[in-house]
């Protein structure tokens, strides 16, 4: 059974740090390309970034030079440290992967950015 757990969310003032765990199981964590998407209230879930079985990472241009995905394939998590948070990085975070052709969705972790 596929499962990813996200962790790590939670309110943050703006130019705050927050950073996000996705932990998987059920598949052949190595060889995965796992992806970050957010969905804020009222908008479109977007994928903002990834990371492949070979460490190779992409991120929409919004949080390009503030995000960064890295992985851990000792203990099958992704990692995504957040810095410099805008009110406009709230979201709900998932982090996603596809195995033998089905997609799999974590429940999401919230993060708030106020003063």
């Known amino acids: 059974q596929v499962q990813l757990v996200e962790s790590g969310g939670g309110l943050v003032q703006p130019g705050g740090s927050l950073r996000l765990s996705c932990a998987a199981s059920?598949?052949?964590?190595?060889?995965?390309?796992i992806a970050w998407y957010r969905q804020a209230p009222e908008k479109e879930r977007e994928l903002i970034a990834m990371?492949?079985?070979?460490?190779?990472?992409s991120y929409v241009d919004s949080v390009k030079g503030r995000f960064t995905i890295s992985r851990d394939n000792a203990k099958n998590t992704v990692y995504l440290q957040m810095n410099s948070l805008k009110p406009q990085d709230t979201a709900v975070y998932s982090c996603?992967?596809?195995?033998?052709?089905?997609?799999?969705w974590g429940k999401g972790t919230l993060v708030a950015v106020s003063s």
């Open positions: 996603n992967t596809g195995y033998y052709g089905v997609q799999y």
């Open positions: 059920g598949i052949v964590f190595r060889a995965s390309t």
């Open positions: 990371i492949t079985s070979g460490g190779s990472t």
